[in-house]
C-alpha cells in the first residue's frame, strides 16, 4: 500500500536535516533506513474469559439472581446456599447434607465477581463458591469438585472439635460488613439435632469463620 505523499515527505524531510558527523550517520542509518511503518491496529480482546463455573470441561448453567434482601434471614441465607452448592458440586450434596445428623454447606460471595460466559453464549458474572460436608456413621466426607472424597483425618478432628464447643452455638449468627467489600461467607450447620445458619462479611472470624475455612477448603 503506498503511504499518503505528506507523511512519505515528512519523513525524507527528517532524514535530509540531519547533521553530518559519525554519530549522525549512525543514527541516520537507523532513522532513515526506511519510513516508520505504518500504523497497526490493537489486538482484538479476548472473545471469552475463563469460566466460572462447573467442571473444567463443563460450561456454567445460570441460576436465576439471587434476590437482594435488606438486612439478614436465615431463611434467605439457608435457601441459596443450597442452591448454589447444588449448582457449584451437584444436587447429591444438597440431598446427603440435608438427609444427615450432621452436615455443612458453605458458600463464597464474591464483592466483585468476574464475568463469565455461559452455556447459551450469553454473558453473566461469577457465582458463589460452594462446598458441602456430611458426617456418616464411616465420618466425615467432602466435595472436591464434583467428586465426594473422606475428609482427612486432622481436619474433620478439627471440625469435630468447634461442633463440640459452645463457644462455637453462641457465636453470632450475622457479622455485618465493616468494609468496602459487598462479599460474604455463608454457612448452614447441622449437628445433633441443632441448627446453624451464618453469614459473615470481610472475612472470617472466631470458630464460625475457621468452620468455614475447613469446609470450603475441601476434604484435604
Known amino acids: 500500500m503506498n503511504r499518503?505523499?505528506?507523511?512519505?515527505?515528512g519523513w525524507q524531510s527528517r532524514c535530509r536535516g540531519m547533521k553530518n558527523g559519525p554519530l549522525a550517520l549512525l543514527l541516520a542509518a537507523a532513522a532513515c533506513t526506511a519510513p516508520p511503518p505504518a500504523d497497526v491496529p490493537p489486538s482484538p480482546e479476548p472473545t471469552e474469559p475463563p469460566r466460572g463455573a462447573g467442571t473444567a470441561d463443563e460450561p456454567r448453567v445460570p441460576l436465576p439472581p439471587e434476590p437482594p434482601i435488606s438486612g439478614f434471614s436465615a431463611a434467605h441465607v439457608r435457601e441459596w446456599v443450597a442452591r448454589h452448592v447444588a449448582a457449584r458440586?451437584?444436587?447429591?450434596?444438597?440431598?446427603?447434607?440435608?438427609?444427615?445428623?450432621?452436615?455443612?454447606?458453605?458458600?463464597?460471595?464474591?464483592?466483585?465477581?468476574?464475568?463469565?460466559?455461559n452455556a447459551d453464549g450469553s454473558w453473566g458474572y461469577e457465582p458463589p463458591g460452594a462446598n458441602a460436608m456430611v458426617r456418616t456413621a464411616d465420618g466425615w466426607t467432602g466435595w472436591s469438585g464434583r467428586e465426594r472424597r473422606p475428609v482427612s483425618g486432622a481436619r474433620a478432628a478439627?471440625?469435630?472439635?468447634?461442633?463440640?464447643?459452645?463457644?462455637?452455638?453462641?457465636?453470632?449468627?450475622?457479622?455485618p460488613p465493616t468494609c468496602t467489600d459487598a462479599g460474604a461467607r455463608r454457612l448452614v450447620v447441622r449437628h445433633a439435632g441443632r441448627a446453624?445458619?451464618?453469614?459473615?462479611?470481610?472475612?472470617?472470624?472466631?470458630?464460625?469463620?475457621?468452620?468455614?475455612?475447613?469446609?470450603?477448603?475441601?476434604?484435604?
Request: glycine residues 12%.
Open 4 to 9: 499518503p505523499l505528506r507523511e512519505t515527505a
Open 196 to 220: 446453624a445458619v451464618r453469614q459473615q462479611s470481610c472475612g472470617g472470624v472466631g470458630l464460625t469463620g475457621r468452620l468455614w475455612e475447613l469446609v470450603y477448603g475441601g476434604p484435604g
Open 158 to 175: 478439627e471440625i469435630d472439635r468447634i461442633l463440640a464447643d459452645p463457644a462455637f452455638w453462641a457465636e453470632p449468627d450475622h457479622v
Open 89 to 117: 458440586i451437584g444436587a447429591e450434596a444438597v440431598t446427603l447434607a440435608e438427609a444427615a445428623a450432621t452436615s455443612i454447606m458453605v458458600t463464597h460471595h464474591q464483592g466483585l465477581p468476574r464475568p463469565v460466559r
